[in-house]
């Protein structure tokens, strides 16, 4: 159970309940209740408190009245909270981020029901072409939606990045989600014999197999980190300059501390060698490779097995 | 003489509060507030004091309550909340719409967000919730860049340890981040800010300070390719992309970047590059599978760079 709520939470709930209320008057109280989210006896709760809700001098006139008759309630004299407060920035910010970026995904209805609720509210919002969502471009997505939701067994070709090579295997796509602004298919991954999770936009072919899967239970909630470091994986520190903070804002880290020179002394994790590779050739020599041993030649050897590509590879056009 | 209800609590205390305050034609000043609502004590101070955290609970809720000055060149101030801050604007949505909302709240989750606390106001949640389907990250700055949006408001904050102004033309949601996008009028050109690298709390302006350009698109208006975020001297690079990546390189730059294809697979692209720094580490980032051909001054500077960091971690004695 939640925590009882505290009186500025009720309070909230009363000042959206009573408008809706006095606007349909002999509303079943459980309907009520299902519409605001909240239980029977809760409402009734906080409807027994009502009657003691008014103006001065608080004469029976001067109070709401409510009346619950067969399950049903009625309120009268409450005309002062006829309509619900307005949206604060937050509410209306969460809501309009929430249509615009379902109206993104591909297959949404440009002329449906919600892209006009989106509209009437933008009337309220002050305009609402002011935000848009957009989700990473991911050629395969629906197939791999509609195998999802159909049970489907597919082989697809997958570009791992990590490991910089292009993979075939078949998978039964529990999932498909978008976190930190990417698409991905969670699914059983027949080659690794274990659940993965796959970047939908390195998925480089869908194929069916004509055979479907069993679905166990209801689809977890989407998770909000995708990237769950292993044991074994190599840990890495850096001393990063302080133009290298991007570091830190993208790639999940275990430790981060500034140092008194303003260079960043960081430890991440790194599972594969190509990923780590194309890190440090991109942080270049102004960044430090402070352990392991393992971690500080990979760096310069990647750079040297680059060189000898411009050096003894294909001239340089003209 | 003040009123007292043996059951009066504090939610009906500030409920009466507020009814109180909707329904004043002025301002009330403290003193009348506590005579016209239950439930205060007596003792002076303790009632200041009930009265200010009351305030706080209802400002915390969204309730506006504004100060003001009882009459017209009048010294005493008040409270008094006006109707026109204070009630929702009538939207008319139908039951689909609502179920509609529904879904897209609990289908697309914006982390710790209140889209449900407003579907409530909307009418509550009608329908089934949907699976979740996509998350979006929450960064404090924001709902007050969205409100200076809206409300044509001028944002003043702190970014990377400089004070920037910023009239905010929209938001957009991009490659997992959130950037406020508009006129700086400091640099007197168009600024995209992402959100979540503002330091501290973001300050509005007076409302309706600016006009956004008609037909504005945030979304065109925010550059993507980081190579071609800069202000160096304009070069336009030709790079080599062997196959397999080729085809998907060739995808995400567009078909009017491809100068050449190869027998072999593999294709050459031209890019137009004003920061040198983002375009080397894009190609850097391609690993063995990409070149730069030219022009000689970034295929130079590609070999310094490599050969910079190829001697270093190299054991002495060893070459």
């Given at each position: 159970m939640s925590p009882r709520p505290d009186a500025a939470a009720r309070l909230r709930r009363l000042l959206t309940v009573i408008p809706w209320i006095v606007d349909h008057q002999g509303s079943a109280l459980s309907e009520v209740a299902a519409r605001f989210g909240m239980s029977v006896p809760e409402l009734e709760r906080d409807l027994e408190l009502v009657p003691f809700c008014g103006l001065p001098p608080y004469s029976p006139d001067r109070l709401i009245d409510c009346e619950i008759v067969d399950g049903r309630v009625f309120l009268r004299f409450a005309e002062y909270f006829a309509r619900p407060l307005r949206?604060?920035?937050?509410?209306?910010?969460?809501?309009?981020?929430?249509?615009?970026?379902?109206?993104?995904?591909?297959?949404?209805?440009?002329?449906?029901?919600?892209?006009?609720?989106?509209?009437?509210?933008?009337?309220?919002?002050?305009?609402?072409?002011?935000?848009?969502?957009?989700?990473?471009?991911?050629?395969?997505?629906e197939p791999l939606r509609q195998a999802a939701a159909a049970a489907e067994r597919v082989e697809i070709d997958y570009y791992a990045f990590g490991r910089d090579a292009l993979t075939t295997r078949r998978i039964d796509p529990h999932a498909v989600f978008a976190a930190a602004g990417q698409w991905y298919v969670d699914g059983w991954c027949h080659r690794a014999g274990d659940e993965r999770l796959f970047r939908v936009d390195r998925v480089r072919d869908v194929r069916p197999t004509g055979e479907h899967f069993e679905v166990a239970g209801p689809g977890a909630a989407a998770p909000t980190s995708v990237f769950h470091p292993g044991a074994d994986d190599l840990r890495v520190t850096l001393l990063l300059p302080p133009e290298a903070r991007w570091v830190v804002e993208t790639y999940p880290t275990e430790s981060v501390d500034t140092r008194p020179d303003g260079r960043l002394r960081v430890v991440l994790v790194a599972s594969e060698r190509p990923w780590l590779e194309r890190l440090l050739l991109r942080l270049g020599p102004a960044t430090e490779v402070v352990a392991p041993d393992e971690a500080r030649v990979a760096a310069s050897s990647a750079a040297r097995r680059l060189l000898a590509r411009y050096l003894g590879g294909s001239p340089p056009c003209p | 003489m003040r009123f007292h209800y043996s059951m009066a609590d504090r939610l009906e205390r500030l409920t009466n509060?507020?009814?109180?305050?909707?329904?004043?034609?002025?301002?009330?000043?403290?003193?009348?507030?506590g005579d016209r609502v239950p439930g205060y004590p007596e003792e002076p101070d303790s009632y200041r004091r009930q009265f200010e955290r009351d305030k706080a609970t209802l400002r915390e809720i969204g309730v506006p309550i504004s100060l003001e000055s009882l009459y017209a060149f009048d010294q005493e101030s008040g409270y008094r909340i006006h109707r026109s801050d204070y009630e929702l604007p009538a939207l008319d949505l139908t039951e689909d719409e609502r179920v509609a909302l529904?879904?897209?709240?609990?289908?697309?989750?914006?982390?710790?967000g209140e889209g449900r606390a407003a579907l409530l106001k909307l009418g509550g949640l009608v329908g089934d919730p949907a699976a979740p389907l996509a998350a979006?990250?929450?960064?404090?700055?924001?709902?007050?860049?969205?409100?200076?949006?809206?409300?044509?408001?001028?944002?003043?904050?702190?970014?990377?340890?400089?004070?920037?102004?910023?009239?905010?033309?929209?938001?957009v949601f991009r490659n997992g981040h959130w950037y406020a996008v508009g006129h700086d009028p400091d640099r007197e050109a168009t600024r995209a800010f992402r959100a979540d690298r503002i330091e501290g709390p973001v300050a509005l302006g007076p409302v309706g300070t600016f006009e956004r350009p008609g037909g504005f698109d945030p979304s065109s208006a925010l550059r993507d390719d980081p190579w071609r975020f800069g202000d160096e001297q304009p070069v336009t690079a030709e790079i080599l992309v062997h196959p397999p990546q080729a085809v998907w390189v060739a995808a995400d730059l567009g078909e009017e970047a491809v100068a050449e294809r190869r027998d072999d697979g593999s294709v050459v692209l031209r890019m137009a590059v004003t920061n040198r720094e983002a375009f080397r580490s894009f190609v850097l980032g391609l690993l063995d599978h990409a070149e730069v051909l030219g022009p000689p001054t970034l295929r130079d500077e590609m070999v310094a760079f490599l050969r910079e960091l190829g001697a270093q971690g190299v054991p002495q004695g060893d070459r």
């Open positions: 949206l604060s920035p937050s509410e209306g910010f969460a809501l309009l981020a929430a249509g615009r970026g379902l109206l993104a995904v591909p297959g949404a209805d440009p002329g449906g029901s919600l892209a006009r609720a989106l509209d009437k509210l933008a009337g309220v919002l002050g305009g609402a072409d002011g935000m848009a969502v957009e989700w990473a471009p991911a050629r395969f997505l | 509060l507020v009814a109180v305050l909707l329904e004043t034609r002025r301002a009330l000043t403290v003193e009348e507030i529904h879904l897209a709240v609990t289908a697309v989750s914006l982390e710790g979006l990250p929450s960064v404090p700055a924001l709902p007050t860049l969205f409100d200076a949006y809206r409300r044509r408001a001028r944002a003043t904050f702190r970014f990377r340890g400089e004070e920037r102004r910023l009239d905010p033309y929209g938001i």
